[in-house]
Every structure is written in structure tokens, then in C-alpha cells.
């Protein structure tokens, strides 16, 4: 019984430390609560302290410049951060309670295609904005209903991006497609690719594709070295692509390597080989080495506040943290939930990685970068869009 | 508290839980209407209650047949997949008033009852020949088969899931599930059936030498269970209105164990406790933020060590006994980790109230 009660103290004790943490600090000052719906623990748990390191920082400079002046009154924002542990279910119980009990303005996450599509609606019938952070899958707004937005691109778009980068930029007129046919990621970009590249004027001679968990792609790499192409533009996750690469090598083929942002990978030098990469090219949202002065800026604040380079995740957080604050003071008003989405809807920002608008999806069109491998690590070449 | 229950005594019989059922409705469906609570604990308490129905089913075959099983989620799956594909497909057009929508969602939660139940029943017949572990095996295995199903079926949406599914399960939909779920298998577990499930848990040769078919017993177990899961599941789809294979992954099976282990194993009382308890647990920590798990967790295996019956033991609610009373020894035999400690304050009480008594003898 003592036992017991002992544990209970302990249970109270800890619950009223965090209280005083949670309620301090507020000085008459009028405060702004932001939601960060990300995951915190469980399989994704990295991602979601990237992402709260890009808020963070967006937050921290916002307040450092006194706040936010809404309807001439200036406003603090205080972060709450609730985490959705990767699942569905846990992402509908965080947004309810960051909408119902922690009453919060506007919700930043998540950052996948799934739990935001299912917590989207949620949203959208309490009439709280969502600004999603890489939830790319093409439908995510949609489905979200049309409180959602994201500051990310979508999947179509980047297949876009790299057929446009592919034709324009580096002068390619025929090639081939490796993609993993089991991948809903992988598939779609390889569609809209082959789709733009041919509309373009180029050919694309043949698309090969390998299942899930394939190791050997000996095969369809002898077929593909047979159309003698000028390319290979490899399509799939991140984890996927290192063994074609090296496969690649291994037959002595020398066509080009391009890629999309799934390329943007701080393993694949080391996985794939620092040599079999090189001079390849691929695209990504965001580059630390990018020579905009807003993105320069940005990568010194991030390198001083927490010692290593962002990425894309913290980025995309950083940009959603910063459209929803443009917007708020473009808005003036606390009251009107639809003023705020008309005034989200309207955002025309430069934001570190590139020039931002929304279009009537509530996607947003955004400039990508090209990088290409160099001694393995990416070396910026110029943005595209 | 006693005086209110002694009112509802009539011969030897005590009717207070079920005059409880209604008033807990009432109390909750104007809680609901009135906005007393918000809708973050709305949808808790009813994730609770769908909880709550599958660990029960889990009840039926881990804790009164005495099997194992590992894919309660997989049955789950089935059952959200195929009514929500008869809600979002085949009855759409049919859904234009509120009363012909809940018409055919009830219709739907059957179809998708009865299709988790067939699947139960392919995989019961042949693996319930198998005696102890081999089981746990098979429904582990099965419901990842499901899962990579559901991955590849393009009228389930793929890997992308399905999504706005009408949002049908409301606190009367699923209290009223729960009350007839409960029903059910109170009256199951006291038919003939019933009992040849015990018997089976007891000692399955004893029961064969008493002329029981044991396989024909657990398969039946199974099936039932595989339909109250479906059932659940049905009513998760339709209050999370957006459903994908990995909802209802292997952590999803894991969880509806938890649930009936510390709840308690063998009562479905508990089943439905346990899963309350554990579902409102992460929801009350979460001010905690990543410490909530390590607490979740610790207070798991604090409970397992103190007592492995679980919180609440093998009571049952006293509608699920016919309202007998719970006699002394029902009642030393079903002791969880709350009734004990009830039980010592009892003890320490009467011993106070004793000893002054006792000193005045002495003088």
C-alpha cells in the first residue's frame, strides 16, 4: 500500500513539474498557440524531432522579432507539440486534442501521406488550417478537405521537375526508366516522368521495374543496357537504391544516373559508392548549399541553433511555421477561421528553399533544386521550376 | 452506494448493473449532446468502447477456450474493410436519410461480421486440430496475409487505404454494440457451448472423454470471435472514416491482447475495462509528451508483477452473472489487483474497529 502511494506521489509529482513548465513565462502577453502533430516516438521518431528543430528555429526568430502583429496587436507563439507515434489512430486523437483542448490557431504535420489524410477531415470540419510538411502523395489536400495545405511539393510534380532537368538542362534526349512497380511513391513519379519527358520531344525506350525487396536487378539492367540510352533514371525509395547503382557499375554500363529527392540521402555515397555516383544528378526540394540569400541565411541559423546542416524535413517545417505566420499577419484577425484559410490560400512568399505560391489544390509550386554527386557529396547546381 | 444497491434486491438477485446500463447511456449520451466534453475524449470513450468489443472477442478464445490468438487485428481488418467498402460502394445510393444510412451501416457491420467469421472458419478448421502454441503461429501468420492482402485488392484502395468513409459510429451505435455484444457472450458462454469451451480450456482430454468434439468446440469459439472482431472493426472504420493495411498491423493484435491481460483474462468485464483503462491511459499522459510511453509501459509491467490476473481479475459486471450475487469463494478466486486492495482496506478497517473493542475486554 505504501508502495503504491509512494508511486502515486512520484505520478503527481512529475504531472505538476510539467504543469509549471507548460504555464509559466506568460506575462499578460498575448500568446498565439501553434500545434506540431508529428512523430515523436515510435519508427519515425527522427523525423519528428527534425521537424520540431525547423519549427523551433521558425518560432524562436519569429519572437525574437517581437512577435506577431495581428490586427495591430503583437502576439507571441508558443508551440504545442503532440505526437501521433507514425499511426492513424494516434494522429486523430492528437489533432483532437490539439483543435478541442489545447485550442490551437493552426496545426503544422504531419509528415506522411497517411495519417494526414486521415486526420485532414478532421480539420477541415472544426475549420482549423493544416499546413502538412512532407506529405506528398497527390490526394493528401484533397481527401484533407480544404483547411489543408502543404509547404512540400507532390509526388507528380517532382516527376516533373526531374523530366524537365533531364530534357532542358542536361540536353537528354533518350534513355531508360528502373522503378519498383510494388512502390505507390515510386510508380507515381515514374508516370508523370516518362509522361513529361516524352511530351518534352524525348523518348524514353524502355521502363524495367522490380518488385519489392529485390536484390539482383542483373536482369533488367542487361535489358535496359541493350536500348543503349543516354540515361538511366532510377525511381524508388530511398533504401532501394543503392544495389542498381552498384549493379550498374558492376556491367560497365555508362549511361548518366538521374534521380528524384529520394536521391537526397546522406548514406547513399557510402552505400552505393562514392565513385559510382559521381557526376550523377538528381533533384530535391531544398540544398543547403543553395547560393539564395534567404536560404543562406537560413542554413547559418540552423548550423549556429543546432550544430548539423537542415534537411529536408526540418526545411519544410521551417516553411509551413512561416506560411502560416505570413498569413496570419496578412489576415489581422484572430476570430475568422476562413479569413486565415483565404489568406493561406493566398500566400506569395520566399521561403529558403525558393519562391512559394499555392495553387487551387492547395499544392503549392515550388522551385526545385538540381545537385549532382561530386567526391560524394551533392554540390548545388541551380533551381529549377 | 450499498443503500442504492440494496433497492434493487428482489429474491436473492441484485438488479443494480442492470439499471446501470441505461443510466450510464443517458449519462453519457447527454455529455455527448450537451458538448460537456469535447471531442477529443468523445472519440476516447467510443475508441474505448470498439476496443472494448474486440479484446471481449479476444476473451472468448484466449481466456474461456483456453487457445491463443494473435490476429484479433486481422479479423478487425476484414470487418472495417468490407463494411466500409459496402458503406462507400455498394450502398451509397441508398444512404440518403439519416435512418436508411443507419439502416445499412447496421446491415454492413453484419456483412462485414460474417466475412471476417467465414475467414475464421478457413483457417479454424485446419489449425485447431493443432493443440497449445501452434495456433498463436497461425493467426500471427494470418494476419499479416491479410494485411499484404489488403495491399494489393484495388477495390480496397491499395496501399493508399480507403478514406472518407461515412462517419456512422456515434455513441449510441456503439454502446448499444457493446451492451449486445456483452449479451451475447454472456448467453454463449453459459450455453452448452459455452461450457464445452471451458471444459475444452479445463482439460481438453477430460472434456473428449466426456463426449465433447473439441474441434468442432474451438472452431465454433472461433468463428463467433472472428465476427465480434469483424463487427469491431466495422465500427473502427466508420468512426476513424479513413482505414490502410498498416492500421491494423501487428501492433493493433498486440494491443487487444494487452487490453484483455491487464483488464484481466477469463471475464469480459474486465476485457472491456482493461481496454478503457489502456486507452485512456496515452490520452492522459500525453502531457507528459515522450515520457508518456516509458510510463505507459512501466505501469504495464508493474501490473503484470503485482498481480497476474490483471486490474480487475475475473469479475464479471453483475448483469453478465444473471445478477447472482458472487459468492465467497467466486470472489477470493476472482481477486484482481483493485478488489485486493479493497479487500486488505476491509481487513484494516474491521481490525481497527476490533482492537479498541478488544483492549476494553483486557481491562
Known sequence: MKKFLALLLALAMVFSVTACGGGGGDDGEKVIKIGLCQPMTGSMAASGTYSKQGVDLAIQQINDAGGLDIGGEKYTVELVVQDNEGKTDVTINAFNKLIGDDKVTAIIGTNSSGTTKAAGPLATEAKVPVVATTATAADVTQVGGEYVFRSCWIDPYQGYLAAKMAYELLGLRKGAVLFNNADDYSTSIKDVFVESFEEMGGEVMTQAYAGADVKDFKAQLTAIDEFDGEFIFIEAQAAEIPLPIQQIKELGMDEMLLGAASWDSELLPELAGADNIEGSYFISTFSPQSQDPLAVEYVAAFQEAYDNLPNNQSTMSYNAMMIIADALERCGTLDDPEALRDAIAATDIDLPSGHLVFDENRDPQVTGNVLTYENGTPVFIQTIS | ?363
Open chain 2, 1 to 363: 452506494m450499498q443503500q442504492i444497491k440494496k433497492l434493487f434486491y428482489r429474491n436473492g438477485k441484485s438488479y443494480f448493473s442492470y439499471v446501470m446500463i441505461p443510466v450510464l447511456f443517458l449519462v453519457l449520451m447527454a455529455a455527448f449532446q450537451l458538448d460537456l466534453i469535447n471531442t477529443y475524449w468523445q472519440t476516447i470513450i467510443l475508441l474505448s468502447g470498439i476496443n472494448g468489443i474486440v479484446a471481449m472477442s479476444l476473451n472468448l478464445i484466449n481466456g474461456i477456450t483456453g487457445q491463443s490468438c494473435l490476429g484479433q487485428a486481422g479479423f478487425m481488418s476484414i470487418g472495417a474493410y468490407v463494411s466500409a467498402m459496402c458503406t462507400k460502394l455498394v450502398f451509397d445510393g441508398f444512404m440518403t436519410s439519416g435512418f436508411s444510412s443507419y439502416l445499412f451501416f447496421i446491415i454492413s457491420l453484419l456483412i462485414g461480421g460474417a466475412a471476417a467469421s467465414l475467414i475464421g472458419l478457413l483457417i479454424g478448421i485446419p489449425s485447431l486440430r493443432l493443440r497449445g502454441d501452434y495456433l498463436a503461429i497461425i493467426t500471427l501468420g494470418f494476419s499479416e496475409i491479410i494485411r499484404v492482402a489488403w495491399r494489393v485488392i484495388p477495390p480496397a484502395g491499395r496501399a493508399m487505404g480507403l478514406n472518407t468513409i461515412p462517419k456512422l459510429s456515434t455513441l449510441p451505435m456503439v454502446f448499444i454494440s457493446v451492451v449486445i455484444v456483452m449479451l451475447v457472450l454472456r448467453n454463449f458462454t453459459n450455453s452448452r457451448f459455452g461450457r464445452s469451451c471451458i471444459a475444452v480450456r479445463e482439460n481438453e482430454l477430460a472434456g473428449e472423454t466426456m463426449g465433447i468434439n473439441t474441434t468442432r468446440i474451438k472452431v465454433l469459439a472461433f468463428v463467433l470471435s472472428a465476427f465480434i472482431a469483424g463487427v469491431g472493426g466495422g465500427l473502427y472504420a466508420h468512426m476513424m472514416t479513413f482505414i490502410n493495411p498498416d492500421t491494423f498491423n501487428q501492433i493493433k493484435s498486440t494491443d487487444m491482447v494487452l487490453y484483455l491481460y491487464a483488464g484481466g483474462v477469463g471475464s469480459f468485464s474486465s476485457a472491456l475495462l482493461g481496454a478503457t483503462v489502456f486507452s485512456f491511459l496515452p490520452e492522459v499522459l500525453r502531457s507528459l509528451g515522450e515520457w508518456r510511453l516509458v510510463i505507459y509501459s512501466l505501469s504495464l509491467v508493474l501490473i503484470m508483477i503485482n498481480r497476474p490476473k490483471g486490474i480487475f481479475g475475473k469479475h464479471e459486471f453483475g448483469f453478465m452473472r444473471y445478477g447472482e450475487p458472487e459468492n465467497i469463494h467466486m470472489k477470493a478466486e476472482n481477486s484482481g489487483i483493485l478488489s485486493s486492495l479493497f479487500q486488505k482496506l476491509a481487513y484494516r478497517r474491521r481490525k481497527a474497529e476490533r482492537a479498541p473493542a478488544a483492549g476494553k475486554g483486557d481491562q
